[in-house]
């Protein structure tokens, strides 16, 4: 089998494993705990918040350990929004997850927010002109994601952040994506809270973080006891913490020294399109998102006149496993919102193949991938 699916989950890393073994069988302790045991637990949490805050380049006080992405970005928006005293006014993009516009739709309906959603165009990215144009003085925070999840297209954070701070307003950044393939210490150098999920780059699953400026008000999502510095009660997972801090490490270095996998996406790309070249018809390939601006391990796309979950059906018969889209949506029988939102009709939308893959994914397996696509897609389209 071929696993092409990364940006729903990955696998535990081994060295990741073999550090959160023990927190999980011997050394189990409450880090609030004051004895010795519970001590061990604390002085593993503050290593992995070290860690975490060394890969991003901030405090450790800026680290707060989640249960995820949907939890990070629950906090950073509701949290961040309610503590805020400037104004009631959010700024999304139109391509966010789930969590996200969740989140924001909460705001609006229980807090009385008002929402404004920046359009992203034909690859899907927002215009920072755009953006701008939504801004108002009574603005609070700006939400807009690193990368995003169903077409791998490269937000542009920096000039979006400038535009927010250039009105006082707060931004936060899904990246949970973007780990593993992006520098993440520019990202958080211009956001106020940036959001990442350990299971994405070989961490435990239930695990992530939000980096929150520590001089920043937030209203917490969770009450109790006032763990994470009064940020998110309840007890610490410290395995999924150290995992998720040192799968970040090893992600940021694999970043750093780069390597042939940064043009894995082109080349599947390439494989797929020329595979299909002529066939005419429903083989046609459409590939989304961002062609220059993207990272590698996502690559997408629809196939006109062919029903996607029919030739995913036909890929895994073949051996070759990916989906649809977000695993947040996984059977569902309408069209991706996120390809909605780039122009595509709902047809077409219906017809999304991704395929994503990490950095140690083999080129042969790539090819053999690309392969199974192009039968796939015939058998399907033929059928």
């Known amino acids: 089998m071929i696993y092409l699916d990364a940006a729903a989950t990955t696998p535990v890393r081994p060295e990741v494993l073999d550090l959160v073994w023990p927190l999980l069988t011997t050394e189990y302790g409450n880090p609030s705990s004051r004895h010795t045991v519970g001590e061990a637990a604390a002085r593993a949490l503050d290593y992995a918040r070290d860690t975490a805050a060394g890969v991003l380049g901030v405090r450790t006080g800026d680290i707060v350990f989640t249960s995820g992405g949907t939890e990070s970005n629950n906090l950073a928006l509701k949290g961040l929004a309610l503590a805020a005293?400037?104004?009631?006014?959010?700024?999304?993009?139109?391509v966010e997850h789930s969590s996200v516009r969740a989140s924001a739709d909460y705001l609006a309906r229980h807090h009385g927010f008002a929402v404004d959603v920046v359009p992203v165009d034909r690859a899907g990215r927002i215009d920072p002109d755009a953006l701008r144009g939504l801004l108002r003085p009574d603005t609070t925070l700006v939400?807009?994601?690193?990368?995003?999840n169903e077409v791998g297209t490269i937000q542009p954070v920096a000039e979006a952040a400038a535009a927010a701070r250039a009105v006082g307003a707060l931004f936060h950044t899904d990246a949970v994506q973007a780990a593993g393939w992006l520098d993440l210490r520019p990202l958080a150098a211009v956001s106020d809270a940036l959001s990442l999920s350990g299971h994405k780059i070989g961490g435990l699953k239930g695990a992530g973080l939000l980096?929150?400026?520590?001089?920043?008000?937030?209203?917490?999502?969770?009450?109790?006891?006032?763990?994470?510095?009064?940020r998110r009660?309840?007890?610490?997972?410290?395995?999924?913490?150290?995992?998720t801090a040192v799968a970040l490490r090893l992600a940021a270095e694999a970043v750093?020294?780069?390597?042939?996998?940064?043009?894995?996406?082109?080349?599947?790309?390439?494989?797929?399109?020329?595979?299909?070249?002529?066939?005419?018809?429903?083989?046609?390939?459409?590939?989304?998102?961002?062609?220059?601006?993207?990272?590698?391990?996502?690559?997408?796309?629809?196939?006109?006149?062919?029903?996607?979950?029919?030739?995913?059906l036909e890929l895994e018969r073949r051996g070759v496993v990916c989906s649809s889209g977000s695993a947040c949506h996984a059977g569902s029988d309408e069209p991706s919102t996120v390809l909605?939102?780039?122009?595509?009709?709902?047809?077409?939308?219906?017809?999304?193949?991704?395929?994503?893959?990490?950095?140690?994914?083999?080129?042969?397996?790539?090819?053999?991938?690309?392969?199974?696509?192009?039968?796939a897609v015939r058998a399907v389209a033929g059928g």
């Open 211 to 230: 980096m929150l400026r520590g001089r920043l008000e937030a209203e917490p999502v969770l009450h109790g006891g006032g763990q994470e510095r009064g």
């Open 340 to 375: 909605l939102a780039m122009g595509y009709d709902p047809d077409t939308a219906l017809t999304a193949v991704r395929l994503s893959f990490g950095r140690g994914v083999k080129e042969a397996e790539l090819t053999t991938a690309a392969r199974g696509v192009v039968a």
């Open 85 to 94: 005293p400037r104004g009631r006014h959010l700024v999304t993009s139109a």
């Open 256 to 312: 750093a020294a780069g390597g042939p996998q940064e043009g894995y996406g082109a080349y599947l790309t390439r494989a797929i399109v020329d595979g299909l070249r002529g066939d005419g018809g429903a083989a046609v390939p459409v590939p989304t998102g961002d062609p220059e601006r993207r990272v590698p391990g996502i690559v997408s796309f629809c196939f006109p006149g062919t029903s996607g979950e029919a030739v995913l």
């Open 233 to 243: 009660s309840g007890t610490e997972n410290v395995a999924g913490a150290v995992s």
């Open 143 to 148: 939400s807009v994601m690193a990368v995003n």
